[in-house]
């Protein structure tokens, strides 16, 4: 009986815990269902929240944009985001699509003058873990050159893309277009990234040229001054009276401060300068130029002119050092090569330049000495001299053939001097012993037996030489050389072809006063007849107010106005 009721007393027990057990487990579940439901609540709520957030914010940000667009517009409103293609071009005008055309005009963006525009790179998201604060507002500005850009991509010329890709570009580059006013710009601080800008001759108007192809300027923006051959970079470096400023019809007062001390400047085009009587230690590797620069001041000159001096060029090699060269130039050609100079000296070991008032091309000025690396390294001291030649002895008239009409001499069968007849005899069996003429034709110069053998002529030119130098008279003088506008002469020829003939020449423009490469005739047939270069033709377009009557001329039709209006000469 007891039995019994233990075991009925167990069951119940069992039977309530289970219950308790389940219901436990569906309170739980109960609860964390609550919570749940809580938490949804409460992310839709937080979600809710940051949407509404978001919205105000975007729209903020909205009415800042249109306030900042109308500020900046002067009241004219256009921003797009385009795909950004490289056009080809000079300057900062971008090509824009025919659809902007209208809407511009009917802004009235027109009537308010030029167009300029902001550029501002957009960042997309994932292209890149890591992109600084500078790279993703790079931003510059530029005006327009016309409509003709495909639709949904805006053209960039060099001078825009280097500013806004200065690295590698990404696969689709977007940028933001964002209509701007511009006040005129009064003051630039410019810093050339390389040394030997300020080197070139002026290089104010150079720069004045270039700026001319440009709308804007913007500070940080690194612009391309080309002179010649050679390419200049220079960084913006300040503003005034902004940090972006139009260009056009303004008179900009501009400094030029030095390059970097930390730019790298090996092999680097630097005019080194030179003092008259003062010897310089110098190096050149093979196939690279050493630069220096020495003035003719105007009493220097009346001296070298009167033939009272000459300027006296020397180099003077180290022993066990390579071979070099020298070329020297006027400025405006700063820079002289092998093939463009105008004196220049090939010897093996020590060189000397005598410049005198017989030089058509020698006057006061500015002048490139140029020591080229003809072979190894080679170690020398450079001076320029100005020597007075009015002391110089000057030597012994030599005797008139007038002489061979003597009496008592007779003219050698070999060496064709005139020998006293009493010792012929003994002269012509010594000479024909001792002495050989050279039988090439024109040449007939009497040489000692062992001296022969390396007495040569250049088979193309017939000029005599050493044995050892025949090698560089033929590199030097014979070597074909490629000029830029595709011909291809030798040295002579390509000094002179170089001088007077290629369409790529350095000369002064008469309107800019700028050095610009020669081109090609002027296409208009009145600015050919002129003797316009195609420069001069397009510089010469520009307008400026008369002197006498104030009414705006074309330059290249200025001396007409002057004559034909004012009966000035």
Request: charged share 30%; with cysteine; glycine share 6%.
């Amino acid at each position: 009986m007891d039995y019994e009721l233990r075991r009925a007393r167990e069951k119940l027990n069992k039977e309530q815990n289970e219950r308790k057990e389940i219901a436990r487990k569906r309170l739980e579940r109960e609860r964390k269902a609550k919570e749940e439901a809580r938490k949804q609540r409460e992310a839709l709520d937080a979600e809710r929240s940051r949407r509404v957030f978001d919205a105000e914010q975007a729209q903020i940000k909205a009415d800042d944009e249109m306030q900042e667009s109308l500020l900046v517009g002067r009241g004219i409103v256009f921003c797009r985001v385009w795909e950004a293609v490289a056009c080809q071009g000079s300057g900062d005008k971008i090509k824009l699509p025919a659809s902007c055309f209208n809407e511009l005009s009917e802004g009235g963006a027109f009537d308010k003058g030029p167009l300029y525009f902001k550029l501002s790179v957009v960042h997309q998201e994932g292209k890149s873990d890591v992109v600084d604060e500078k790279e993703k507002s790079r931003s510059t500005h530029s005006g327009v050159l016309e409509f003709t850009a495909d639709e949904g991509f805006v053209g960039l010329p060099p001078h825009v893309w280097l500013n806004l890709f200065p690295g590698d570009a990404p696969a689709i580059p977007l940028i933001e277009v964002r209509y701007a006013w511009l006040p005129k710009g009064t003051y630039a601080k410019l810093q050339p990234l390389r040394v030997g800008f300020s080197d070139l001759p002026n290089h104010k108007a150079i720069l004045e040229t270039t700026l001319r192809q440009h709308a804007t300027l913007s500070e940080d923006d690194i612009f391309i001054v080309t002179y010649g051959d050679l390419v200049y970079k220079l960084k913006v470096l300040e503003l005034k009276p902004s940090s972006s400023v139009s260009v056009l019809e303004t008179d900009i007062e501009v400094d030029i401060v030095g390059p970097d001390a930390a730019v790298e400047n090996s092999h680097d085009n630097v005019l080194k300068p030179l003092t008259f009587g003062k010897s310089e230690f110098g190096m050149v590797d093979e196939g690279h130029y050493t630069y220096y620069k020495f003035s003719i001041d105007i009493a220097t000159w009346e001296t070298i002119a009167s033939g009272d001096a000459t300027v006296e060029v020397r180099i003077e090699p180290e022993t066990n050092s390579g071979d070099s060269d020298i070329y020297i130039s006027k400025h405006p050609l700063i820079f002289p090569t092998r093939h463009q100079h105008e004196w220049s000296s090939h010897d093996i070991g020590s060189k000397t330049l005598i410049l005198s008032s017989k030089d058509k091309s020698l006057e006061a000025g500015t002048y490139t000495l140029g020591v080229y690396g003809f072979k190894g390294e080679t170690k020398y001291h450079v001076s320029v001299n100005v020597q007075d030649v009015r002391n110089q002895k000057v030597g012994q008239k030599v005797a008139s053939s007038s002489s061979s009409m003597d009496v008592d001499t007779v003219e050698c069968k070999n060496c064709k001097r005139y020998i006293p007849s009493r010792s012929i005899a003994l002269h012509e069996a010594y000479c024909s012993r001792n002495n050989v003429v050279c039988q090439h034709t024109g040449c007939g110069v009497v040489l000692r037996v062992e001296e022969a053998k390396n007495h040569v002529h250049c088979q193309k030119c017939g000029q005599p030489f050493h044995q050892e130098e025949m090698e560089k008279h033929m590199k030097v003088f014979h070597e074909p050389l490629y000029c830029p506008c595709g011909i291809v002469l030798e040295k002579e020829d390509m000094v002179q072809h170089q001088a007077s003939v290629c369409p790529l020449r350095l000369v002064p423009c008469r309107f800019c006063g700028d050095m610009v490469q020669a081109g090609s005739s002027a296409i208009d047939v009145r600015d050919k007849l002129r003797g316009l270069s195609e420069h001069e033709s397009l510089c010469g377009s520009r307008t400026a107010p008369c002197d006498s009557c104030g009414r705006s001329v074309m330059l290249k039709d200025m001396d007409i106005h002057r004559v034909a209006v004012h009966q000035k000469n």
